[in-house]
Every structure is written in C-alpha cells, then in structure tokens.
C-alpha cells in the first residue's frame, strides 16, 4: 500500500471516529475538546499509569495534545487525524523501547525501527541522530533521584540532553542550579521555556533548540540524560569527555557502557523495575 492510500484510509477511519465523538459533546459540533479526546475509546485502549504495559501515559497523551493544538483551542478533524498519526508514531516507538527493555530484539533491530518511525511523518522529518528522546516524560520520582545522586545545587550548572518539557531542567532549578536543557523537538523546546516561566525560575534555565550529539558540554559540573541507546552511542565521547573532567553522568532507564559500571543503581516502587536510574561518577 502507497503512503497516500494509507493517509486515504486513515482520514476515512478518523472521520468516522471524529463524527462520532462530535456527537457524543453537549452540543453537536464540528471540534472537540481535549477532555473529550482523551476518552475516545481507541486510545483508551492505549493509555495506562507509568510503569504498565500501556504504550502511552495520560500524561503523554496531553503532551502530544498541547504540541499540535493551540493553547484554548479545540481540534478539527484536520487535527484529529494529525493527533491520531502522532500517537501512532510514538506508540511505534515505544513498543520499540519496550522491546530493548525486555531484550526481545536485538538491539540493532529495535533501533532500526526506531529510526523507521521517525521518518514515517513528514512534519517531523529527523535522523535519529537528532531525535533521540523517548516519548514519555521523566517522572517526578526520578528527577528527584537524579538529582539527589548528582548532588546538585546552587553552584551546579546541569545539562539535560533530550528535555523535553523540562521537567528535570525546572527542579534543579529549584535546589538553585542553572540548568541547560537540549532538546530537538521545537514545540517541547517551547513548552520548556513556558515550563520554566511559569515555575519562575526562567532565569536560572536555558533551553537550547538543537542536536544533542553536537552541543558542547564544556560548561556542565553535572548532566542527565533520558536517550535510547543510538541517542546514547552518538553522544558518548561527550559524555566520557565529561566524566574525565569530573563531571557525574545520570541516565534514566538505559545504561551507558561507555562509562564504565554504575556507582549507584535506584529503583523506586513507584515505576517499573527496568526503569532506574543509573549514576557514573567522574573518573578518578
């Protein structure tokens, strides 16, 4: 099947659904809400807490909502058939994830279809040299973790590379840091900067809108990464170039050989089991 008919077949079914949903709002309309979104059926059936098998957190979903629909808007068909091939994107991605997590494919093959995935929409054309990050945001136990065994605080300039929302960047922020977030994606850059406005803290963080295999970690005293494995091979020279100027490294949920072994390993009830934090301390 051509990549138009499959856009053909998708509007088709996407039409259906929307009607459908149009008609389920108070009033019959021609838009829908997010709310009203968020309980169609088809992703309901996605959708489940962090650490279940779901593909997609709620959490996520909202994200993907706020990138493609205006603050205050409500989506068009034309919008709900891009929210639609957005979320199938990154369920295929994280399935993907998933499958490195749990080692039943090789890692070559779980990265190849990855790379597949981020050719699959022409609005977000990228190499997956450039759009490393997995879908779902760091959640707070994590952070938290992260930065307690980074020990950061007010004299730390910490770099998190593939930030997405900042999250990460606003919390150590918040302990006095200044926190550099790199992310690729221009609507999550965005979200970051409106993130980090809205904490007050704007002035302690700055979010680069760039290629985390290319940005220069000389001015990092401590750096978080949430990468998939390809993310993590094309920026390990930097890492390891970090980690021997005594710069500490902390992972979420995949390791970084190149490193050497983990100083510490944490796991919390709160999340799956695979999904840990990894610290590398700086080389002696």
């Known amino acids: 099947m051509t990549g138009i008919a499959s856009c053909e077949a998708d509007f088709l079914d996407c039409s259906k659904h929307f009607a ?44 993907i909502w706020s990138q493609l629909i205006p603050e205050g808007s409500q989506a068009t068909l034309s919008d709900f058939v891009k929210l639609y091939n957005e979320v199938c994107m990154s369920c295929k991605k994280a399935t993907a994830i998933q499958a490195l997590l749990r080692g039943r494919t090789g890692r070559r093959s779980a990265e190849r279809t990855l790379a597949q995935v ?6 977000h054309k990228a190499t997956v040299e450039a759009r490393l990050a997995p879908f779902n945001p760091t959640p707070p136990c994590a952070v938290t973790q992260a930065l307690d065994a980074l020990t950061v605080g007010p004299n730390d300039v910490l770099y998190d590379l593939g930030c997405g929302d900042g ?37 302690l963080v700055s979010i680069v809108h760039g290629d985390a295999c290319t940005i220069d970690l000389a001015p990092a005293t401590k750096i978080f990464v949430y990468l998939v494995p390809a993310g993590l091979d094309c920026i390990a020279p930097s890492l390891v170039a970090a980690q021997s100027r005594g710069v500490p490294v902390a992972s979420y949920t995949f390791t970084i050989p190149s490193l050497g072994q983990p100083a510490q390993t944490l796991i919390a009830e709160t999340r799956a089991p695979e999904c840990r934090v990894w610290l590398y301390n700086p080389n002696p």
């Open 20 to 63: 459908q949903l149009c008609h389920g709002e108070d009033d019959v309309t021609e838009v829908i809400s997010m709310e009203t979104w968020l309980g169609w059926p088809w992703l309901q059936e996605r959708l489940g807490p962090p650490g279940s098998k779901a593909l997609l957190t709620e959490e996520a979903a909202r994200a």
């Open 118 to 123: 981020q050719g699959e929409s022409a609005e």
């Open 167 to 203: 999250c990460v960047l606003v919390a150590a922020a918040a302990r006095g840091a200044r926190a550099v977030g790199v992310e690729y994606d221009v609507q999550l850059a965005e979200k970051a900067r409106k993130h980090a406005a809205d904490a007050g803290v704007a002035d």
